[in-house]
């Protein structure tokens, strides 16, 4: 993958979950900057995405700790290189923990 294709595969996903958190009834913030995207919610803890160009890596941190994630064309998607969990399974269950809500984002 080139580093072309992983910022655009990165941009449209950070979009998508900005996108989505918007259709929410659950109060999160979102700040995007830099490669990053900061979630922040009402107990103010955070959950931040980070993109690593040069290990074509996203990362995120949030209280359960931090996750690199790297992307499986022939899946379409990124997973866990700890614990081959998908992306957005993992990010869900920090985001309802963290938020105390139920959360399900629809990326699409």
Request: aromatic share 8%.
């Given at each position: 993958?080139?580093?072309?294709?992983?910022?655009?595969?990165?941009?449209?996903?950070?979009?998508?979950?900005?996108?989505?958190?918007?259709?929410?009834?659950?109060?999160?913030?979102?700040?995007?900057?830099?490669?990053?995207?900061?979630?922040?919610?009402?107990?103010?803890?955070?959950?931040?995405?980070?993109?690593?160009?040069?290990?074509?890596?996203?990362?995120?941190?949030?209280?359960?700790?931090?996750?690199?994630?790297?992307?499986?064309?022939?899946?379409?998607?990124?997973?866990?290189?700890?614990?081959?969990?998908?992306?957005?399974?993992?990010?869900?269950?920090f985001?309802?923990?963290?938020?105390?809500?139920?959360?399900?984002l629809?990326?699409?």
């Amino acid at each position: 993958m080139t580093e072309a294709e992983f910022n655009e595969l990165l941009d449209e996903l950070m979009v998508a979950i900005e996108d989505a958190i918007d259709e929410l009834d659950v109060d999160i913030d979102c700040e995007s900057g830099n490669g990053m995207l900061t979630m922040q919610f009402e107990n103010r803890s955070q959950i931040i995405l980070s993109r690593q160009p040069a290990l074509r890596q996203l990362w995120l941190a949030a209280k359960s700790g931090g996750f690199h994630f790297n992307y499986q064309s022939n899946e379409e998607q990124w997973v866990c290189d700890s614990t081959n969990e998908a992306f957005i399974s993992m990010l869900n269950r920090f985001m309802s923990e963290q938020s105390g809500d139920e959360v399900e984002l629809e990326l699409g």
